[in-house]
C-alpha cells in the first residue's frame, strides 16, 4: 500500500503542479466569512482531476489509512461542484500524506487468545460537523480483542448520514444502527462460523441518552426515527436485550468514556495532539 500512496501523490503533484509541505493533520483549518465565501465562489483548479484523486484517496482510505476516511467522505460529495476551498482540502491531505507514510496500522493477537476473543465495535457520530451540509456524519472502528491487551483492526469507515439529525442522541443512535447492520452482525456470523463457536460482542456507546433509547427500545424525542432515518429504536432494543439463541455469541452495549472512544477519528476533522492521540487509539504508529 505504501507504493500505491507513493504513486498517487506523485500522481496529484503532476496534476495540480504544487509542491507539498509537511503538515501535522490531513485537516484544511476551518475557515470563516468572507474568506470562505470566497473560495466557495471560484471553480477550483482540479475540478477536472477531482474525481481521480479522490477515488484513488478513497480506496487506500478503506484498505489501510483509517484516518483519511472521514474527509475523504466529505469531499467525494464535492466532487459535482469543486472549488477553490475544495482545492485547499484536497491539497492539504496530499501533503499530510507525502510526509507520513510511515505511519502504519499494527494489530496482533496470540493463539492463546483462540477461546477469548471477541469483537468490540466502536460507533460514533458528529452532530452537523460538515460545515457544507447539515447532515451528521457517521463513522465506526471494529477490531478483535483478545486478551492483555492484544487486538487486530477488522473494519472502519465514515460516511454521511440519510437525513438531518435533530440532536447528538438521535446522530448518535443512526451511527449505531449502521454499524450494527452492515458491519458487526455479519463479521459476528463470519467469525462464528471460522472459529465454529459463539463470539461475543461489544458496542462501545459514549452517549448516555442514546444508550437509554436503546435499551427502552423507544423515545418519544426520537419517534420520527423509522420515517426519516429507517431506524428501529424498538429492533436495536431487541438486540441489546433479548437472548441469543445456541450457537449465537452475545451483544452487548456498553458505556465508553467520550475520552477514550476509538470512533472520534472517524466523525471528526481532528487538531494535531487530538489526532495524534486517534491514531494511538487505532493502533496507527
Known amino acids: 500500500m505504501e507504493a500505491y500512496f507513493r504513486s498517487a501523490v506523485e500522481d496529484y503533484c503532476e496534476l495540480s503542479g504544487e509542491t507539498l509541505a509537511k503538515v501535522l493533520t490531513p485537516f484544511a483549518p476551518r475557515l470563516e466569512g468572507d474568506a470562505l465565501d470566497k473560495l466557495l465562489a471560484e471553480r477550483g483548479n482540479m475540478a477536472d482531476h477531482a474525481a481521480h484523486c479522490v477515488m484513488k484517496l478513497m480506496y487506500g482510505a478503506r484498505m489501510a489509512m483509517p484516518y483519511l476516511c472521514v474527509i475523504i467522505s466529505r469531499l467525494s460529495s464535492q466532487i ?16 499530510f500524506l507525502k510526509h507520513s507514510l510511515d505511519i502504519k496500522l499494527h494489530g496482533s493477537l496470540s493463539t492463546a487468545d483462540w477461546q477469548s476473543v471477541k469483537i468490540v465495535a466502536w460507533p460514533d457520530a458528529d452532530l ?21 491487551g492484544r487486538s487486530m483492526p477488522l473494519s472502519w469507515g465514515a460516511k454521511k448520514q440519510g437525513c438531518t439529525a435533530v440532536h447528538t442522541a438521535e446522530a448518535e443512535v443512526v451511527s449505531l444502527s449502521t454499524c450494527l447492520r452492515n458491519e458487526l452482525i455479519p463479521l459476528q456470523r463470519l467469525l462464528e462460523a471460522i472459529f465454529k463457536r459463539a463470539i461475543d460482542c ?42 441469543p439463541e445456541e450457537g449465537e455469541g452475545n451483544i452487548r452495549l456498553i458505556k465508553a468514556e467520550t475520552a477514550e472512544h476509538r470512533g472520534d477519528l472517524f466523525t471528526k476533522e481532528l487538531e494535531a495532539p487530538k489526532f495524534r492521540t486517534a491514531l494511538e487509539m487505532i493502533q496507527m504508529r
Open 128 to 148: 452537523n460537523g460538515d460545515a457544507m451540509d447539515t447532515k451528521s456524519t457517521s463513522g465506526f472502528f471494529i477490531e478483535l480483542a483478545g486478551a492483555g
Open 80 to 95: 459535482s461542484r469543486w472549488t477553490k476551498d475544495s482545492d485547499r482540502r484536497l491539497h492539504r491531505v496530499f501533503s
Open 202 to 243: 461489544d458496542v462501545m456507546e459514549d452517549n448516555a441518552a442514546a444508550i437509554v433509547a436503546v435499551t427502552k427500545g423507544y423515545s418519544p424525542a426520537m419517534r420520527h426515527l423509522p420515517r426519516t432515518q429507517r431506524v428501529s429504536l424498538g429492533m436495536l432494543g431487541e438486540i441489546f436485550n433479548g437472548t
